[in-house]
């Protein structure tokens, strides 16, 4: 349930300029849900053409903005398709889509990268090492390139409040941006946690990137005769029972909630940029994450 006030303000604040990368990156892996085989090469893109997904195994090469309005799927992971004019009249009727877009999208949003060509052959973001650790460190290889339009902001006045049961995701009025998550799982492994973290202070790569994607071992095979996390295994994903990690160590004491944080982060992109706001986030997921996004998304649209 989306609780809105009506008096939502639609100003924007200045915070630098935009940013894309200095030259083209390229990485290969595995998808978590399909278990396929893809290559992904991120270009520099024009200023204010924002983030963009190519599949160029498809005809006509059909392009995927990563927009909160374009999403079409959020079960496990977030999931982007085409808008329908962008489609061949002779290709099928169901529109291209991109599986799977968080890790690298918060990546880039972490790193300051508001435009990018992003080229996939397939349907679905590898997974990589489960973080986003790989590729902020391929971004950081080329460098970050300082264009000359302004970066905006969406500046929260009233809050915003996206719940579901005990579950939300909250933006608040703030002075600047801050992201809250908590967690709370049966698992001792897990347990109860709570991570902080603010682009303008806390450094991306050294603080949230690293955290890994994170399962509970009784779910694995009910979730692989769904169809999902094919590609899923302990190299990439830390998996727990009720009481221990199967793959330590972690990354960090608290890495799931980190990870929750990193999610957060790469749903929150689709808004098109950190907001000025406390966000704050307890036992959410995609479904919510995006939700806000999309509220968000309308403070620059308006």
Known sequence: MLKRSPTLSSALQNYGVQHTLTDKVECHGVGLHSG???TVTIMPAAEDSGIVFVRTDLPNSPIIPAQANQVVQTLLSTELAAPSSSQSSSESTSPAK????EHLLAALMGMGIDNARIEIDGAEIPLLDGSARLWTEAIAKVGVTPQQAPR????VS??????DGEAFVAALPAP?????YGIDFASEAIGQQWQSWSP???DFREAIAPARTFGLAHQVEALRQQGLIKGGSLDNALVCDDQRWLNPPLRYSNEPVRHKLLDLI?????AGSFPQAHVMAYKASHHLHVQLACALHQLIEQ
């Open 36 to 38: 396929q085989h893809t």
């Open 98 to 101: 991109v599986r799977t877009v």
């Open 152 to 155: 905006h902001r969406p500046v």
């Open 158 to 163: 009233e809050p915003i409040w996206v719940r």
């Open 176 to 180: 600047n941006c801050r992201l809250t």
């Open 200 to 202: 303008d202070v806390d």
């Open 266 to 270: 790469g749903d929150l992109s689709l």
